[in-house]
């Protein structure tokens, strides 16, 4: 068309419609980036720069697959939180409430029951379980209430970005992105060796669930098991995974019955080759209502629709497209009568 020759106004105008488009969208995209993160049951789909949108569960999805930052809070985390933070369940401290100066003594922070019997709750509200320590975990500022074994042979390590070696192992964490994990480095030890993390004691009145994100990527990987240890020995394991299972966070669930007391072991071991690093990251512990087990199975993968397109409303790249062909189709009319 003559009218989108070289050096034409129109042809100028339409180049800065596009650049403006592309740029308002680079804007939408770090917001989102920095606003929230994906929950451990979802992953980042197609539209990985506005919403976390894929289920990774078998079932129909519930509720949004995202959750805001420290910094955000809102259905679309767009909305700056006051200083300090108000919603707290108190399982890394205090958040932004403080003890009053003004009265006679503090409140204190536990878990499981309180020290006098017949008074106080047997366990705290969010994930009713007593425990020793933190167990839910996604490793951002150390191991949370887990610890290394002592009969195994090396120790996990936790890290941030890649593993040192390369062809194995995630480039970053499952949290954030730029966040921390735990895995096992496979280039100093030998053949056969094992690696132990354990929880913090839990006691469960209900039936839980423990779900985590695993990443077994190289082609010397051996293996993953977790264990329910109820007693002094480690029992059987509940859970295996063998050999590689591709360049990605993977996510894994073990039931654990209503009424017992136990920890969770991870153990990894070492294959024939240093390409072997096995990750862990977001460890937590939930109820189990679903009746969902992990079979080993592909993940189903599900798009919420819903969340995409509510995202994509906030976007600025869609309406600001459509306001370019509307100016292009009124220009047209205006110079080719």
């Known amino acids: 068309m003559a ?12 180049l800065m419609v596009l650049l403006l488009c592309l740029f308002m969208e680079y804007i939408v995209e770090a917001a989102a980036e920095e606003a929230f993160v994906c929950l451990s049951d979802w992953r980042l789909g197609i539209m990985e720069h506005l919403y976390c949108a894929v289920w990774k569960q078998s079932g129909t999805p519930s509720g949004d697959g995202c959750r805001c930052t ?18 707290c369940d108190f399982e890394l ?7 009053a100066y003004d009265d006679n003594f503090d409140w204190s922070r536990r878990s499981g029951s309180t020290p006098s019997s017949n008074t106080g709750p047997n366990a705290d509200h969010t994930t ?12 951002e500022l150390g191991l949370c209430g887990w610890r290394q074994a002592y009969d195994d042979n090396f120790d996990w390590s936790r890290r941030s970005g890649s593993t040192p070696s390369s062809n194995t192992g995630p480039n970053a964490d499952h949290t954030t992105g730029s966040g921390y994990y735990i895995y096992i480095e496979t280039s100093s030890v030998s053949s056969g060796s094992v690696a132990r993390v354990i929880s913090p004691l839990v006691t469960a009145t209900s039936a839980k669930c423990v779900q985590f994100c695993y990443h077994m990527y190289g082609r010397n990987v051996n293996r993953l098991k977790v264990y329910i240890k109820t007693g002094s020995s480690l029992g059987n394991p509940v ?14 669930q073990v039931d654990i019955p209503a009424g017992i007391s136990f920890n969770i072991v991870f153990e990894a071991s070492r294959g024939s080759g240093y390409y072997g690093d ?10 189990n209502s679903s009746g969902q087990q992990d079979t080993g199975q592909q993940d189903t993968i599900i798009i919420n629709y819903t969340s995409i397109n509510l995202k994509l409303g906030l976007g600025l790249g869609l309406p600001l497209g459509i306001l370019a062909l509307a100016i292009l189709v009124y220009v047209c009319k205006k110079k080719c009568g």
Do not use: M
């Not at 009218?3 to 339409?14: D, F, I, K």
């Open 3 to 14: 009218v989108l020759a070289r050096g034409s106004p129109l042809r100028r105008l339409t």
């Open 70 to 87: 420290s910094q955000y809070e809102g259905r679309c985390c767009n909305v700056h939180k006051p200083q300090g933070t108000f919603n």
């Open 93 to 99: 401290g205090l958040c932004g409430w403080r003890q």
């Open 128 to 139: 009713g379980i007593s425990t020793s320590g933190t167990f839910n975990c996604d490793f």
């Open 239 to 252: 859970w295996t995974r063998t050999g590689a299972q591709g360049n990605q966070w993977n996510f894994g």
């Open 278 to 287: 096995i990750s862990l990251d977001d460890i937590s512990i939930v109820d």
